[in-house]
């Protein structure tokens, strides 16, 4: 089978076919196309890979610096996402991930967002758990040329609350303190990338519009958000266990539909760090 790439949906997504866990990480014309793609399509799907965790790692490798935090896995750079508290002391934490968001709004000492991040499946779940991406870029370009021009100075305040509350409707008051113990962010609403592409900074994140009236702001974030993760500027993968699936963190929004505590659902995740500030 010979190495090909193919878009899937219009606005975002390719597939690439004809190539090994080896050609990921040996061949560099093959990773410099993979770069290329991932710049243009902003998820690209490996179906059936079958990554080893320690082939994931050297792959990521090729493309920045990654994230070797505390990944609740044995091998350092891995992260296992999972909703099994008997594998992973984070599994409370997943249900923040049913929201659409981009990683790194919220930074603890202002560093720029993750550039890109890899998932594997290694158990899928009996339902739900699909992961779905939508295009910043397209929902950029989707604006008409009023609003582009109206949105280009509108600044948008990012916090971890704003994204608790949408997990922990009715928080206490110990898990307010906690969150808002995070510094928050201000990030411009449209997003110019230093290739020159705008993308539109959605995300679960996103509090409000600076200076504008509350109620407002939250009708505009809202519709905005609406409009981006239409049917049509959405990719969603439904998960194989073997699965490996890369996308460009700076221009993609994503999110898991909703999977039950428990779950044998385990992807193995990492995250190659930014080098773009949002600007
Ligand atoms: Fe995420």
């Known amino acids: 089978?010979?190495?090909?790439?193919?878009?899937?949906?219009?606005?975002?997504?390719?597939?690439?076919?004809?190539?090994?866990?080896?050609?990921?990480?040996?061949?560099?014309?093959?990773?410099?196309?993979?770069?290329?793609?991932?710049?243009?399509?902003?998820?690209?799907?490996?179906?059936?890979?079958?990554?080893?965790?320690?082939?994931?790692?050297?792959?990521?490798?090729?493309?920045?610096?990654?994230?070797?935090?505390?990944?609740?896995?044995?091998v350092p750079g891995i992260y296992r996402v999972t909703r099994d508290a008997?594998?992973?002391?984070?599994?409370?934490?997943?249900?923040?991930?049913?929201?659409?968001?981009?990683?790194?709004?919220?930074?603890?000492?202002?560093?720029?967002?993750?550039?890109?991040?890899?998932?594997?499946?290694?158990a899928v779940a009996d339902s739900g758990g699909d992961t779905e991406f939508a295009s910043t870029y397209a929902a950029y370009e989707a604006l008409t040329e009023d609003e582009k021009e109206q949105f280009a100075s509108l600044r948008v305040l990012h916090s971890l609350e704003a994204s608790q509350r949408l997990v922990y409707p009715d928080p206490t008051p110990e898990q307010v303190k906690g969150w808002r113990a995070r510094?928050?962010?201000?990030?411009?609403?449209?997003?110019?990338?230093?290739?020159?592409?705008?993308?539109?900074?959605?995300?679960?994140?996103?509090?409000?519009?600076?200076?504008?009236?509350?109620?407002?702001?939250?009708?505009?974030?809202?519709e905005l958000m609406d409009?981006?993760?239409?049917h049509d500027l959405v990719y969603r993968h439904q998960w194989s266990v073997g699965d490996t699936v890369i996308w460009d963190n700076t221009g993609v929004m994503h999110r898991a539909s909703p999977y039950p505590a428990g779950s044998p659902r385990e992807m193995l995740r990492t995250t190659i760090f930014g080098n773009e500030p949002i600007q």
């Open 1 to 74: 089978m010979t190495f090909a790439i193919t878009q899937t949906t219009k606005a975002i997504g390719a597939e690439v076919t004809g190539i090994g866990p080896d050609g990921l990480i040996d061949d560099d014309s093959i990773v410099a196309t993979i770069s290329d793609a991932l710049e243009s399509r902003g998820v690209l799907i490996f179906r059936g890979l079958d990554l080893e965790p320690e082939t994931q790692v050297a792959f990521c490798q090729r493309f920045g610096g990654l994230d070797y935090s505390e990944g609740h896995h044995p």
């Open 86 to 122: 008997t594998k992973s002391s984070a599994a409370e934490y997943m249900k923040g991930t049913f929201h659409w968001h981009i990683d790194g709004c919220t930074p603890l000492h202002g560093e720029p967002p993750q550039k890109a991040t890899v998932l594997s499946a290694r």
């Open 183 to 222: 510094p928050t962010s201000v990030h411009p609403l449209v997003w110019t990338h230093r290739s020159g592409r705008k993308s539109l900074l959605l995300s679960a994140h996103a509090d409000h519009i600076v200076g504008m009236d509350a109620n407002e702001s939250r009708a505009l974030l809202d």
């Open 227 to 230: 409009r981006a993760t239409k």
